[in-house]
């Protein structure tokens, strides 16, 4: 079964700073990795899409990358915001249907 | 297309009341998910369906917990009778499966409180 893992659980970091948020999972044999983002009370909004062919995709501010080989994949936050203060999420979909969820990492971005 | 709408938004009900909670996919989207979201376990699959078919309902945590498909826009998540530990956020998100890029689309999510 695969298992999701993320850390930090939680990261406070002041604004303007680079951020990593990380993401390991079990096994490498995935088809896409999936970054959400979820803010309180609120429900799932997609950042960005890795598919298992590809090494890296970027949005804004935002990159994630992934290495298959070895169950890793990180978000990078570029210049951090408090807009950016969430809950965010990565999603691995394998030979499966579903998504398998890590349990996320909780930023929180002062001014 | 307005995205994939769930009802009701938040529901609170006593323990042992019956609880539904409604899904409406992405129009022409051919799967279906039903997750809920637990501060403890995360986000877990219960159930999904594939062309109003189950395909695998191994999620479902225990009898009291049942889920339909009657038609291609609309399911439900039913639980009866409902108990504390049902508190949680239930997510629907329904895809293609045919495309190139796997992507499931989540719904707002139902926020359950069973007191």
């Known amino acids: 079964k695969q298992e999701v893992t993320q850390i930090p659980a939680a990261l406070s970091v002041p604004e303007g700073e680079n951020l990593v948020l990380n993401c390991s999972f079990t096994d490498s044999a995935i088809y896409n990795l999936q970054w959400f983002r979820q803010d309180p009370g609120k429900g799932l909004t997609s950042l960005l899409l890795i598919q298992s062919s590809q090494r890296e995709q970027t949005s804004g501010r935002l990159n994630a990358s992934l290495d298959k080989s070895s169950g890793r994949s990180t978000l990078y936050i570029a210049a951090s915001q408090p807009g950016d203060s969430a809950t965010y999420l990565c999603a691995v979909k394998d030979s499966g249907y579903a998504l398998n969820f890590g349990k996320g990492t909780s930023l929180l971005v002062t001014p | 297309d307005a995205g994939v709408i769930q009802s009701p938004r938040h529901e609170v009900t006593e323990m042992g009341q019956e609880v539904t909670l409604r899904c409406k996919p992405i129009s022409g989207h051919d799967y279906l998910f039903w997750y809920r979201q637990t501060m403890m376990r995360g986000l877990e699959l219960l159930i999904y369906f594939n062309n109003n078919v189950p395909i695998d309902d191994s999620g479902m945590p225990e009898d009291r917990f049942s889920a339909k498909m009657p038609n291609a826009s609309f399911s439900t998540l039913k639980i009866q009778p409902s108990e504390p530990r049902d508190s949680a956020v239930y997510f629907c998100?329904?895809?293609?499966?045919?495309?190139?890029?796997?992507?499931?689309?989540f719904g707002p999510g139902t926020r359950l409180t069973v007191t």
């Open positions: 998100a329904s895809t293609e499966g045919g495309r190139v890029v796997y992507e499931q689309y």
